[in-house]
């Protein structure tokens, strides 16, 4: 098993910035990939960005790429979420997930840290 806290979120003004983290515990060296998602209020949720363990491979989802940047530090098996240039439609709860080498879906989600930017 692989326990996932986020940390980092709350109230910010357009155009601010936020750093979201996630701290893996437990099995952490059976992480091939971890990911972040959000989702908002009556809407489903989505991908974000993700990253590999190995930090050789990240990926962006369009609406968020140019403003956040996903790093890890596998020393705290930490991963992170810099989040600049917030838009109110950033709005939502982030949560952070991990999966395995042979998974296809995140197997570990985090309870998720409310993002809440305002206009």
């Known amino acids: 098993q692989v326990q996932l806290v986020e940390s980092g979120g709350g109230l910010v003004q357009a155009g601010g910035s936020l750093r979201l983290s996630c701290a893996a515990s437990g099995r952490t060296f059976s992480i091939y990939r971890m990911g972040w998602f959000r989702q908002a209020p009556g809407k489903e949720r989505e991908f974000v960005a993700r990253?590999?363990?190995?930090?050789?491979?990240?990926l962006y989802a369009d609406s968020v790429k140019g403003r956040f940047t996903i790093s890890r530090d596998n020393a705290k098996n930490t991963v992170f979420l810099q989040m600049n240039s917030l838009k109110p439609e950033d709005t939502a709860v982030y949560y952070c997930?991990?999966?395995?080498?042979?998974?296809?879906?995140?197997?570990?989600w985090g309870q998720g840290t409310q993002v809440t930017v305002s206009s």
């Open positions: 997930a991990a999966r395995g080498p042979t998974s296809y879906e995140y197997d570990f």
């Open positions: 990253i590999s363990w190995s930090g050789g491979s990240i």
